[in-house]
């Protein structure tokens, strides 16, 4: 098999595998806060966008399937235009990558190593990621092959073990505290880790073209958000919404809530594992991805070369925040949800309405 081709079963596991443990979390206690008790319809909303995204994607890629995105992206808004845009889509991967690394770091350094400095923390997972990176897309995949139904089962496992402690009563009044304002907000936590289902514009013409086969993708997404909407739901029943809302990483704090019998306890060390090897994955594609789209415009279209260059960049930017609070309240709250959501929601729309006002212009022509 070629190493810089994607199988759409690998599509499947991977998506699945980068979107689900991240969202569930690091976004329930922000969505609880502001939806309270009807979270889980934000989370119903973040899953709508994020076929929205994919769906629109898809659109584009489907039209040129043999092309790479920035020759798409030029051939539907123009070279300067279409170049300006996707050079910024690129800018976004890399910021979000750092993002991805200092949470790692602040996560990692806050339950298991918290005397070891973040930024070793970081080089460490930066520098195991370079490999599978640099040999290509495919290694990517079958990784995700192997991983994946470790952390489905990872995640599943402890959930239903939590069964016991679950009150539905939690759940209610229905609608009555939050309202749609509140609903819609809380979903645009999660759909922004949801959203990130755009990379298919870079990736797609890397994967196995079958139309037929899409569906790999489609559920995987929809896999993803089920399993937040299950982890959501799961939080609020057991603690409620004062409790959830007061966590930054409720989910965390639910496995460590479990016991069956005294025997079965201590749950965390699950999460925390399926964690790494999650957001291992999410580090992987992120940094091919950016390291791929930016050789494109290179004269050489070095890949290899860049995702050191990348890798570098990730990891000056991802030592920029000061804190905790920082990367995981401040930069949702002011950069990523304002300007990088939209965008990503926005641009593959944008091609996607491109090229139909097209085709009607030259229908009628």
């Given at each position: 098999?070629?190493?810089?081709?994607?199988?759409?079963?690998?599509?499947?596991?991977?998506?699945?595998?980068?979107?689900?443990?991240?969202?569930?979390?690091?976004?329930?206690?922000?969505?609880?806060?502001?939806?309270?008790?009807?979270?889980?319809?934000?989370?119903?909303?973040?899953?709508?966008?994020?076929?929205?995204?994919?769906?629109?994607?898809?659109?584009?890629?489907?039209?040129?399937?043999?092309?790479?995105?920035?020759?798409?992206?030029?051939?539907?808004?123009?070279?300067?235009?279409?170049?300006?845009?996707?050079?910024?889509?690129?800018?976004?991967?890399?910021?979000?990558?750092?993002?991805?690394?200092?949470?790692?770091?602040?996560?990692?350094?806050?339950?298991?190593?918290?005397?070891?400095?973040?930024?070793?923390?970081?080089?460490?997972?930066?520098?195991?990621?370079?490999?599978?990176?640099?040999?290509?897309l495919g290694v990517i995949g079958r990784l995700a092959e192997i991983f994946g139904p470790i952390l489905l089962l990872g995640i599943i496992s402890p959930i239903l073990l939590g069964i016991v402690n679950m009150d539905v009563k939690h759940l209610l009044p229905f609608w009555y505290d939050s309202g749609i304002l509140a609903i819609i907000t809380g979903s645009l936590g999660p759909a922004a880790f949801l959203t990130d289902c755009v990379l298919i514009l870079w990736i797609f013409n890397l994967s196995e073209f079958h139309p037929n086969k899409i569906k790999y993708l489609v559920w995987g997404i929809i896999t993803s958000g089920l399993l937040y909407l299950l982890s959501v739901t799961s939080i609020i029943t057991t603690f409620g919404v004062k409790i959830a809302s007061t966590h930054l990483y409720p989910f965390l704090i639910l496995e460590r809530y479990i016991s069956i019998f005294g025997m079965i306890e201590n749950l965390d060390a699950i999460v925390i594992t399926v964690w790494i090897l999650s957001i291992f994955l999410k580090i992987c594609l992120y940094l091919f991805v950016t390291s791929y789209g930016f050789s494109m415009y290179t004269a050489k279209k070095n890949r290899q070369k860049m995702v050191f260059y990348i890798a570098g960049i990730a990891f000056l930017l991802s030592l920029l925040p000061r804190n905790v609070v920082d990367i995981s309240i401040e930069f949702?709250?002011?950069?990523?949800?304002?300007?990088?959501?939209?965008?990503?929601?926005?641009?593959?729309?944008?091609?996607?309405?491109?090229?139909?006002?097209?085709?009607?212009?030259?229908?009628?022509?």
């Open positions: 098999m070629n190493d810089n081709v994607l199988t759409y079963k690998q599509l499947f596991w991977l998506f699945l595998s980068m979107q689900v443990i991240m969202n569930m979390l690091l976004t329930p206690s922000g969505s609880i806060m502001i939806a309270q008790q009807d979270a889980w319809l934000s989370a119903l909303i973040a899953i709508l966008i994020s076929l929205l995204t994919l769906w629109t994607s898809i659109k584009v890629c489907t039209r040129y399937p043999s092309m790479d995105f920035h020759v798409i992206i030029e051939t539907i808004a123009g070279k300067w235009i279409g170049r300006i845009l996707s050079i910024f889509l690129l800018i976004s991967f890399t910021i979000v990558l750092a993002v991805m690394l200092r949470q790692y770091g602040e996560f990692v350094s806050g339950t298991v190593l918290p005397k070891t400095p973040i930024s070793v923390i970081i080089f460490c997972i930066l520098v195991t990621a370079i490999y599978p990176t640099f040999h290509g949702p709250q002011v950069v990523g949800i304002p300007f990088i959501l939209p965008f990503w929601v926005v641009l593959p729309l944008f091609l996607s309405l491109t090229i139909f006002i097209k085709d009607k212009i030259n229908k009628t022509q």
